[in-house]
């Protein structure tokens, strides 16, 4: 058996598989996030750590294995992230994670010595503040007393194989989500390093995901409570995870959305893929030799929490369910649209200075109507990533549903309505990373290949467009283009 480890933005999901990567057991341990004003979002990789321990213990007990049982263990991880380390390779700061927007000058003195165009076409990414190198720079610029004690540089899930093993290093996956990876290549791109002004020495080495990066360390087993013979398979990021963990291994399985904090449309090719306009992205796959197209935007799911907080009784407690499903049927909020940027954006727009926002609010609208606009305002969003992947050649004829929104029948069909294509919900509604951690792990320890993925979920809901609905919602969807092209100068004014 093997542990997965996927460490979230709200927590860290621990799950028991059994060699093929069948899910057997999981257990979450929460930890904290900083938001605020400023662009700024933190967490401190201590806690991701007392996670990984209090999570193994707990399903090892509740599962009622042997830790003996265990072979092996993976990890999965949020990307885009910055985690600082000193020489002894302890974190120097609080790890900046993917939703921090602060690196907008960085972004620009990038951008000047690259150009927006060949940056993209070099990293399958556009430059970004949400991004890995733009952060490094920022606290380079902006912390100079700490900026002294750095030595290396990584993202979420290699701080935990650092810990687990004494080894850093990062993965193709990860890798190409920090806008210094030359993703043609598959190495560190001097071209951006040189424009960042950052020494080649502060990145860590460039694994595959499958790659076994060695045993346990003593410190570590003892507290995990495992045998130092456990195996640590590097793992990947969660995006790529996600897709593994969806049945998305090959161009013919199709995409999939993930419904999480945030929200993203992705599928696999066996080349990266740009658009004309740079909306959407490329990752490297934990799929040797493939690749993840990907427009992710920052606040789907957070939105959809977000109003349910504002309109429960006790916010700590939201009805989400229940809010979703009052405003799911034939719920028409006649004329009423919001704007799902709590977070800036990121696909399709690229804008750190968005802000979410209800237009064309009346006296007459409910709670229903302002939580059936944030579930249309997510759809519209996403079908505008789905348009620019369709405008570079792609072909989405049906998207698979998983992670949290997935458990809705009332949003599915929203979404089928507004995409005009069949969106099936799978099995795994909140256990994608997971179960691709666990496949690439069982991958990476020679005991399945990756197709294995695509028997580990099945499809338990389908919600096919009706086509009067989704006539109406593409005349609706131009009229929420044209609210943000309105509101771009406002946001921009008041950053």
């Not at 885009?80 to 960085?106: E, F, H, K, S």
């Not at 499958?210 to 003593?218: E, I, R, Y």
């Not at 992205?281 to 939105?303: C, R, W």
Request: charged share 20%; hydrophobic share 45%.
């Amino acid at each position: 058996m093997l542990i997965a480890h996927d460490l979230g933005t709200t927590g860290n999901k621990a799950s028991l598989h059994d060699d093929t990567g069948r899910l057997l057991a999981s257990v979450t341990v929460s930890y904290p996030a900083h938001f605020a004003a400023g662009g700024i979002a933190e967490q401190d990789p201590g806690h991701w750590w007392d996670a990984v321990v209090s999570a193994t213990r707990s399903l090892v007990e509740r599962a009622e294995v042997q830790p003996s049982e265990v072979t092996g263990l993976v990890v999965s991880g949020q990307m885009m992230g910055a985690v600082l380390l000193d020489g002894d390779g302890r974190p120097v700061r609080p790890a900046i994670i993917w939703a921090d927007t602060r690196a907008a000058a960085q972004e620009r003195e990038l951008s000047d010595a690259l150009g927006d165009e060949p940056a993209y076409r070099l990293l399958g990414h556009r430059l970004n503040p949400t991004y890995s190198v733009e952060k490094v720079m920022w606290v380079r610029d902006i912390e100079p007393d700490v900026w002294r004690r750095v030595r290396r540089f990584c993202v979420a899930k290699d701080y935990i194989v650092l810990r687990l093993t004494g080894r850093l290093a990062t993965d193709r996956s990860d890798a190409s989500g920090t806008n210094a990876y030359d993703q043609l290549a598959g190495t560190w791109s001097s071209a951006v390093l040189d424009a960042a002004r950052l020494d080649a020495s502060l990145f860590p080495e460039i694994v595959d995901s499958v790659t076994v990066m060695g045993t346990l360390t003593p410190h570590a087993a003892d507290a995990l409570g495992l045998p130092a013979e456990v195996r640590v398979v590097m793992g990947g990021g969660d995006g790529p995870m996600a897709a593994v963990g969806s049945g998305i291994v090959a161009p013919e399985d199709g995409a999939y959305v993930c419904l999480g904090t945030s929200s993203w449309i992705s599928f696999a090719t066996d080349a990266p893929l740009h658009d004309p306009h740079r909306r959407t992205f490329t990752f490297d796959n934990v799929v040797p030799g493939s690749f993840v197209p990907t427009a992710t935007m920052q606040a789907g799911g957070a939105s959809v929490q977000w109003i349910s907080e504002a309109l429960s009784s006790d916010p700590t407690r939201p009805d989400t369910a229940a809010l979703t499903a009052d405003a799911g049927g034939d719920v028409d909020t006649d004329g009423l649209y919001f704007l799902p940027y709590l977070l800036g954006e990121r696909s399709p727009y690229w804008n750190p200075d968005a802000r979410g926002a209800f237009v064309g609010i009346a006296r007459h609208h409910t709670r229903a109507h302002l939580m059936r606009a944030v579930l249309e305002g997510v759809g519209f969003n996403l079908l505008t990533c789905i348009q620019a992947f369709r405008a570079a050649g792609a072909t989405l004829d049906r998207i698979d549903a998983v992670g949290g929104g997935a458990q809705s029948d009332a949003w599915l069909s929203i979404l089928a309505d507004i995409w005009g294509v069949p969106v099936r919900r799978r099995t795994i509604v909140s256990e994608a990373n997971s179960l691709g951690a666990a496949v690439t792990g069982a991958v990476g320890l020679g005991l399945t290949d990756f197709s294995a993925a695509r028997s580990l979920s099945e499809v338990t809901a389908e919600f096919t467009p009706d086509p009067h609905r989704h006539s109406a919602y593409a005349q609706r969807h131009a009229r929420f283009s044209a609210a943000y092209d309105a509101l771009e100068p406002w946001f921009t004014e008041g950053a």
